[in-house]
């Protein structure tokens, strides 16, 4: 089987960051590269969990604090965004 190269743009810091996660790992970036493509061939599929972050515990509360409010119609209502920030600044 003869090799062949791919090449690929991605930012520096991109690449940087990839880089030392691999490296974490005892890999370099084409070890990892070539385990993804062998990877998406033995599954028949592209091997990607694609959703959104998981909130920290600091957005958790804020979240459960506004569904209470919510809940007990306390707290105030703002029709706008610069309402809401011309409230607060007074």
């Given at each position: 089987?003869a ?19 691999a ?53 105030e ?14």
């Amino acid at each position: 089987m003869a090799a062949s190269s791919v090449t690929i743009r991605v930012d520096s810091d991109v690449k940087e960051g990839a880089s030392r996660v691999a490296e974490h790992f005892g890999f370099d970036l084409s070890s990892v590269t070539r385990a993804f493509y062998l990877q998406m061939i033995r599954e028949n599929r592209i091997p990607l969990t694609l959703s959104d972050p998981e909130p920290n515990d600091e957005s958790l509360a804020a979240i459960k604090e506004t569904d209470e409010m919510i809940r007990s119609g306390k707290g105030e209502s703002f029709s706008s965004g610069h309402d809401l920030i011309q409230a607060a600044l007074s």
